[in-house]
């Protein structure tokens, strides 16, 4: 009994801790986005173009302390950069790369990076290839290992197995219509649908390797000029 009431109370200690810290992290981020509401006011009233400038970048900076990039970036769009002295426009190309980097929009971020004269050393990545794993697929589970994902090609070709014994089985049994017909459709879903996923699971792969690359890049360069 007693250290069920241990358990419990302990319970209730941690839950109270965690309930804590996300409130406080909630009345942060309210209180950024009050902040950030005030600085659109400013902007809304600002007779001064220069004023409306700084007040944009002041609520750009807050979006991004509350971990709305998107928003960030999107108010940094709307900065007046005809009016924003020649030193400082790289930096306010800089902050609007980093924000779409946070966003994970990596290409829009190599391209501001690129405005601002910063170059980013893109290498891109050996894709594979498509081909490669349309023939390897021929051999189902040599198509999915190809593609990083030997799991399904043994489930895959468990599967092809099955359907070509439950085929045999039925023609065994004398009924070679059914073990034909049934036979072939079940291949045409567990071995067709293996092509499919293999060029499915191919386009993930690269896609992913293409983002990862330029994650990569963009995150290097950012740090460069952050430094």
Not at 122 to 148: F, I, R
Request: hydrophobic content about 45%.
């Amino acid at each position: 009994m007693r250290r069920t009431l241990l358990l419990f109370s302990i319970f209730i200690f941690l839950s109270a801790a965690f309930s804590s810290r996300a409130d406080a992290q909630t009345a942060r981020r309210d209180s950024l986005l009050f902040e950030a509401a005030k600085c659109e006011r400013i902007v809304y009233e600002a007779q001064n173009p220069r004023e409306v400038n700084a007040a944009l970048r002041r609520k750009a900076e807050l979006y991004k302390q509350a971990g709305l990039y998107k928003e960030a970036g999107t108010t940094l769009e709307r900065v007046r950069m005809y009016l924003v002295a020649a030193p400082e426009r790289g930096d306010v190309l800089v902050q609007k790369a980093l924000c779409a980097f946070l966003a994970e929009d990596y290409d829009s971020a190599m391209s501001l990076l690129a405005e601002a004269g910063v170059e980013c050393n893109y290498v891109q990545p050996k894709l594979k290839n498509e081909w490669a794993a349309m023939l390897l697929t021929l051999l189902v589970p040599a198509g999915y290992c190809y593609v990083g994902a030997p799991g399904e090609g043994l489930v895959s070709t468990a599967l092809n197995a099955a359907s070509v014994t439950w085929a045999v089985t039925q023609i065994s049994a004398g009924l070679p219509v059914i073990g034909i017909l049934g036979g072939c459709l079940c291949l045409s879903e567990t071995y067709m649908g293996a092509q499919e996923r293999v060029a499915y699971l191919l386009e993930l792969h690269n896609r992913e390797a293409l983002r990862e690359a330029k994650r990569s890049a963009v995150g290097k360069a950012l740090l460069d000029c952050l430094q």
